[in-house]
């Protein structure tokens, strides 16, 4: 099974690398440098997100554990 695994993708791996060294050799410095900016934009707006997300759901338990003390000193 393992085996079968393994001389899976070292059979189609070669097409797929050949493919991609062509397609990126293809471009010119401009190119690579749009589509790498591109690419690094999407990065920091994914992890923008993740870390707002992230911060708000802290917030979200700070207040929660605030109220709960709240209601715990009333009575």
Not at 2 to 30: E, H, M, R, Y
Not at 53 to 65: I, N, S, T, V, Y
Request: aromatic share 12%; hydrophobic share 45%.
């Amino acid at each position: 099974m393992f085996n079968d695994i393994i001389n899976f993708f070292k059979a189609n791996t070669a097409p797929v690398s050949g493919s991609v060294a062509v397609a990126v050799g293809s471009l010119s410095p401009n190119e690579a440098a749009a589509i790498a900016s591109i690419v690094f934009g999407f990065c920091t707006i994914a992890m923008n997100f993740y870390f707002k997300q992230r911060e708000l759901k802290l917030r979200q338990q700070e207040m929660e554990r605030k109220y709960h003390n709240e209601q715990a000193n009333k009575h």
